[in-house]
């Protein structure tokens, strides 16, 4: 099962650079205007309310770009990812605009233990996140682990009803073909490309990555101890999902050309870590027997 690590760390060590490069994660509008956020934190920022003073994570933050929006809202951020070339690209980029965020180099997993126990206010994770991960439910208690009582997941995401959808068609039906729940056995993929544009041409194209379904992300955090607060389903995606079948729609935005009501591209989930006064993780779900 380790060998997923070594596979999807390999793809992303050899996309960051070229990430970092890609006017997409505009790291030089960042550089050049102090008040810059990102598409992706500014598309939430209606959801995301005031985050002056907290002490925010960000899961599996890549080279940084929402890592720094969030610290320009005002929370003082940590970065987390496994990747060192997506780490050294977030660092550099933080050194450039003088931002005091600290990013580790460490498996999602290995949160609670690199970071600490309720150490966080606020943790933020998301597009593109979620699907390199085997099980949902070790995530959702990393997430429980590293929040203080009272503190607050917020995730954009993928919808896994998008991400089971098979390639375009010509007569524009959409097709299910992938899983939409968790599987043990991963869905594996050789693709030589990126979501940004780029000139580089990538080697380390094979991955190993996973579905999980809407409830099963639900009852995976209400099992660890988190209470759902808010889940808002959106009829775009921050990147171009179905190559061929979508438009850009502004803002970063990508939608179905074609009766995009059909399905729903992305979601924003909140939850907020339960108070346990006896230090248990809380009731199980009052759904289940
Ligand atoms: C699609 S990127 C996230 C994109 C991010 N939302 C952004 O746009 O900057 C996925 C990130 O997850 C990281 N990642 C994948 N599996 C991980 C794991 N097991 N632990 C920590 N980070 C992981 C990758 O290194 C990569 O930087």
Request: glycine share 10%.
């Amino acid at each position: 099962m380790d060998d997923y690590r070594t596979l999807n760390r390999a793809k992303w060590d050899e996309r960051a650079p070229a990430h970092a490069a890609s006017p997409d994660y505009a790291f030089d509008r960042f550089s050049a205007d102090p008040d810059f956020i990102s598409d992706v934190v500014r598309f939430d920022l209606p959801r995301l309310g005031d985050l002056s003073g907290l002490r925010g994570v960000h899961l599996q933050c890549h080279i940084g770009t929402d890592t720094l929006s969030l610290s320009r809202l005002g929370a003082k951020m940590s970065g987390l990812d496994f990747s060192p070339a997506s780490v050294a690209q977030a660092r550099r980029l933080a050194k450039a605009v003088g931002a005091g965020i600290d990013f580790v180099e460490a498996d999602v997993y290995d949160a609670a233990e690199v970071l600490g126990r309720e150490a966080f206010d606020l943790v933020f994770t998301g597009i593109g996140a979620l699907c390199w991960l085997p099980d949902i439910r070790r995530w959702a208690v990393v997430v429980a682990d590293v929040l203080r009582p009272g503190g607050r997941l917020f995730i954009r995401e993928g919808h896994p009803m998008l991400w089971a959808l098979g390639d375009g068609r010509k007569d524009g039906l959409l097709v299910v073909d992938y899983p939409y729940f968790e599987r043990d056995e991963p869905m594996i993929f050789d693709e030589a490309g990126t979501y940004v544009q780029t000139d580089v041409a990538f080697t380390q194209n094979l991955t190993h990555s996973w579905n999980h379904g809407l409830g099963e992300i639900v009852s995976a955090l209400f099992d660890a101890g988190m209470d759902l607060t808010m889940l808002v389903e959106h009829d775009c995606v921050p990147w171009d999902a179905l190559p061929g079948q979508m438009e850009q729609i502004g803002g970063g935005e990508h939608r179905l050309m074609d009766r995009p009501w059909r399905v729903p591209h992305s979601y924003t989930l909140q939850a907020v870590k339960r108070p346990s006064p006896d230090g248990s993780r809380g009731d199980r779900s009052p759904l289940r027997p």
